[in-house]
């Protein structure tokens, strides 16, 4: 069984990419080791956080805002186990739907562990049957990544949890500690929050986000304080201990201090690490670098010529559309198209509420590069729109050239700001400046409107409703 492409891993990356190549007449294979396709994002990861968090959003808006809005509701209460029922459901309907592409674009599918025997040899191993070899003059490689954890604590995934135990508890924990207040501790951390989760964050780094523009962060522990969780910054989690129905974390400060922080569950969300066991990397001549990742060069290849590999297991940010992206790029580069990829202008979310959006420079990134830049910015409390839905929580930041007045970077948490974060994207791409966002016209009333105003902001203090 020989083919053009095979690509190991059916994540974003993977599937994306074997669809490109089959769409462009390669003949193509692609490997999966578990019984359903999609990887970490479709099964534990992008889609059924975005399905709980949804649930958890309905459910806090009844609690707290629907009153408000005239909706007056007696008896209500969480059903965690339909939650997660849906959440399942959502989930199957996503990767059933792979599984449709894939036949659509006559893609093959085996399933198993892929590893290679040599750069052109690849053996899937099954549970319970024989193994079986496959050929092939390309292979990408797109096997994702698995939390971290940190030195020293037993992830036993009861007590001591990491995202993918978050998705189906069987309770509604009384209090959740969440080590690392990144992306997926914000998330996860929000979902129990707001479902009535005594939520505590324990982060080494002085804000939540910290990769993300300062000001985001800032503006989104001031959300999630409102909703009663608690925040320990600067602290290094030094133990995590089981002790049957509760666990306890240790952690120092950086004056050296310590604290004992006593909950029922622990999740520890600290990041994410390549996923590369398994593959035998070494037989097709691919060593990884002291991060564990895979080293290509500017075409996504590997130092052995026709492996490529993409996403979570190669440099840069692990989001799944850049994984798409990068696997459009090898699908295209193998066909011998030309194609590229702009990685400052990949966006970054968090899918709190508010959402939280972000392309480009940050500001902290500009002051180290010392790039003169111009700032406006736009608070959604002035937003009739956002006033009309009671999502006032919020702003919009327009970073640019101090001498051009190109966009250098927007920043937002606010009410669908994973949505809007898109127009941003479009203009940056067109190298678009502020003044050109502030003479579109944007429809009345709009979230949308805010980024027209932040951008006249930056535009000599043009703002209209501030």
Known sequence: ???????????????????????????????????????????????????????????????????????????????????????????????????????????????????????????????????QQITAKNVIIATGSKPASLPG??????????????????????????????VIGAELGSVYGRIGAKVSFVEYAATMIPTMDGAMGKELQRVLKKMGADFYFNHKVTGVENKGNEVTVTAENSKGGTMTLTGDYCLVAIGRKPYTEGLN???????????????????????????????????????AHKAEEEGVFAAETIAGQKPH???????????????????????????????????????????????????????????ADQQTDEILGVHMIGPRAADMIAEAVVAMEFRASAEDIGRISHAHPTYTESFKEAALAATENRALHI
């Not at 959740?176 to 990144?182: E, P, Q, T």
């Not at 002291?290 to 996403?311: F, M, Q």
């Not at 970054?348 to 939280?356: A, D, G, L, M, S």
């Open 1 to 131: 069984m020989d083919f053009d492409v095979v690509v190991i891993g059916s994540g974003p990356g993977g599937y994306v990419a074997a669809i490109r190549c089959g769409q462009l007449g390669l003949k193509t294979a692609i490997i999966e080791k578990y019984n359903t396709l999609g990887g970490t994002c479709l099964n534990v990861g992008c889609i059924p956080s975005k399905a709980l968090l949804d649930s958890s959003e309905h459910f806090y808006n009844a609690a707290h805002t629907f009153a408000t809005h005239g909706i007056d509701l007696t008896g209500l209460q969480v059903n965690l186990g339909q939650m997660i029922k849906r959440k399942n459901e959502v989930v199957k309907q996503t990767t059933d739907g792979i599984k449709f592409l894939m036949r659509k674009n006559k893609v093959t599918e085996f399933y198993g562990v892929g590893s290679f025997v040599d750069k052109n040899t690849i053996r899937i191993a099954t549970t319970g049957g024989e193994p």
């Open 153 to 182: 604590i037993t992830l036993d995934k009861k007590r001591i949890i990491t995202s993918t135990e978050a998705l189906n508890l069987p309770e509604v924990p009384k209090h959740m500690i969440v080590i690392g207040a990144g």
């Open 281 to 319: 990397l070494e037989a097709a001549g691919i060593q990884k670098d002291d991060r564990g990742r895979i080293p290509v060069n500017e075409h996504l290849e590997t130092a052995t010529p026709g492996i490529y590999a993409i996403g979570d297991v190669v440099r840069g940010a692990m989001l």
């Open 341 to 399: 990829v702009n990685y400052l202008l990949i966006p970054n979310v968090v899918y709190t509420w508010p959402e939280v959006a972000a392309v480009g420079y940050t500001e902290e990134e500009l002051k180290s590069r010392s790039i003169a830049y111009k700032t406006g910015s736009f608070p959604f409390k002035a937003s009739g729109r956002a006033r009309a839905s009671m999502d006032t929580d919020g702003l919009i930041k327009v970073l």
